[in-house]
C-alpha cells in the first residue's frame, strides 16, 4: 500500500510540474504574438495587413499578416491553438 501512495505523490508532482512548464510555455507564446503584432510594418502593397522579417539560429523568417484566409492557403498550415489545451 506504501508504494502505491508514493508512487501517487510522484505522478502528482509530475503532472504538476507539467502543468507548470506548459502554462509558462503558453505565456512565453502569447508574448511572442505580442510581439510579433506590434512590429508588423503595416506599410506594404497587396492583400496582406502587414510584414514582418526576423532572424533566428541563422535562418531569416518572413512573416505577413492577413485578416482574412488569402485565396490561396498552403498545403501545410501551422495552427497554435493546439497550445491551450494543454
Not at 510584414?51 to 523568417?61: A, K, M, P, R, T
Request: net charge negative; glycine share 8%; proline share 5%.
Amino acid at each position: 500500500m506504501t508504494d502505491l501512495a508514493v508512487t501517487w505523490d510522484w505522478i502528482e508532482f509530475a503532472v504538476r510540474w507539467l502543468h507548470v512548464i506548459t502554462a509558462i510555455a503558453w505565456i512565453g507564446s502569447s508574448f511572442y504574438f505580442i510581439a510579433l503584432d506590434l512590429g508588423l510594418n503595416r506599410n506594404i502593397p497587396g492583400p496582406a495587413d502587414g510584414e514582418e522579417w526576423q532572424v533566428h539560429g541563422g535562418g531569416f523568417y518572413h512573416i505577413q499578416k492577413y485578416l482574412v484566409a488569402p485565396e490561396r492557403m498552403p498545403e501545410h498550415l501551422t495552427w497554435f491553438k493546439w497550445e491551450s489545451y494543454a
